[in-house]
């Protein structure tokens, strides 16, 4: 662990992730502070949500790690994406929200005790009323409230959230939006998958921009840019597989704050056996010879 990293940091040491030996982000080299408020972005199958599901532990790590010191699972929060939750499930509102004082309580201490606390999550978000519904009754809008309660309920040091505002209403996504800026400013750590520009420049300081590797990594206003965004679409639909696959390479250090990031063939090592793959991302549709690591979306 580096010595250097402030306790509640988390840290990416030349971190590739992926599936069945397909990376799906690629040699990721930074820090995010403890505190922070980090939008990642980028084109869909960028690896957005993999990063997610390897800080959670989820997808483990093809090569390099994760520090997170002074973290322990229980202070991390993840609130997946909303077509991950079985809503046929037959699960009362009041249930699913409790679900977030799982690993405080675990699956035989009564949770009496966490009543009101479980009360004030659920007027936190607008649902007093909502306890005993089925949450395949909720609206699209009433089920994110509901997964905000019970990320709410978990009392995170630092939080995930994957695509929180999708496909709901204005409404929902303001009051949501208030939940993220309080956690803000009780100095909890917020990474949230987005899309939508405008609140990643209202609502989040700084900004990962990932096209399979990272394209930006900064302060929002200098990581969107449209020459940056321009290189992440390009990186996302440039794919060769019959280019050559890497083995890793040396670590890449973070970029500078609004500059680009992408593999060149001086960074990689020969294919050989032990390579992740097939696929490769490759400069142009013509290219040849030794070319960019394997991307999978």
Known sequence: MTASL?????AFRSLTLGYDRHPAVHHLDGVVPAGAALAVIGPNGAGKSTLLKGIIGEVAPLEGRIEHPGLRRRDIA???QAAEIDRGFPISVDDFVAMGLWRRVGPWRSLRPYRAAR???LAAVGLT???RRPIGT????QLRRAMFAR???QDARAVLLDEPFAAVDGRTTADLLGLVERWRAEGRTVIAVLHDMEQVQRHFPSALLLAREVVAWGATEAVLTAANLRRARQLCEAWDEAAPVCRGGAPHGPPAPGH?????????APPAAASHGQGALASGPQASGPQDCEHAA
């Open 129 to 131: 009323g909502f306890e």
């Open 138 to 141: 909720l609206s699209g809008g």
């Open 78 to 80: 993840y609130l997946p």
């Open 151 to 153: 990320v709410l309920l």
């Open 119 to 121: 009360d004030e999550a």
């Open 260 to 268: 680009a990031h992408a593999h060149g063939a001086h960074d990689h």
């Open 6 to 10: 402030a306790a509640g940091a988390l």
